[in-house]
């Protein structure tokens, strides 16, 4: 009876493991812990009792380790470990400077070289700016010709 006691017992400690890796990120550590106690069940089980008894755990382990694996990342979702909050507009929380979207059409002059980053002065402020893939050198006028999110895109002006 103390036999089988030992695997079963293994195989539990092999679960509760890996319910561990799901909640405590280890880099792995805890997977191979739970591998190594998984194989060393395995191990008994085919020496000890029987190739049988060894055929039908490792069935089960294929079968049980992916359930439990997903039911723990479903618990991880629903836990208070896991963001639950959205950053929306409504919120508050915006992506970009809406002051960007003022500059589109304005003037200015590159500070550096810009290749295709770099500073420029506009409107009296110093901000980044970016081209579309040309090269611009220092004290080049610039018009703003468009803004994505942070970026201020400028060509050189005439």
Known sequence: MKLYILPILLQ?????VII?????PSLGL???IALGV??????IVYTSISTTAGMVLAGLDIV???????VGMKILARSPLALKRE?????????QKEVYEAYIN?????VTDLRPAGMAEINSQRVDV????????????????????????VEQSE
Request: aromatic content about 10%; cysteine-free.
């Open 12 to 16: 539990m400690i092999g679960f509760l």
């Open 106 to 110: 304005m003037k200015g002059r590159s």
């Open 64 to 70: 049980l380790v992916p359930v439990l694996l997903i």
């Open 87 to 95: 950053l929306s507009k409504q919120d508050g929380v915006v992506s």
């Open 30 to 32: 805890l997977t191979a």
């Open 38 to 43: 998984f194989f060393y069940s395995l191990y």
């Open 130 to 153: 970016v081209t579309d893939g040309e090269y611009i050198d220092a004290d080049t006028p610039i018009v703003v010709t468009d803004v994505a999110g942070n970026r201020i895109i």
């Open 20 to 24: 561990a890796e799901v909640f405590i």
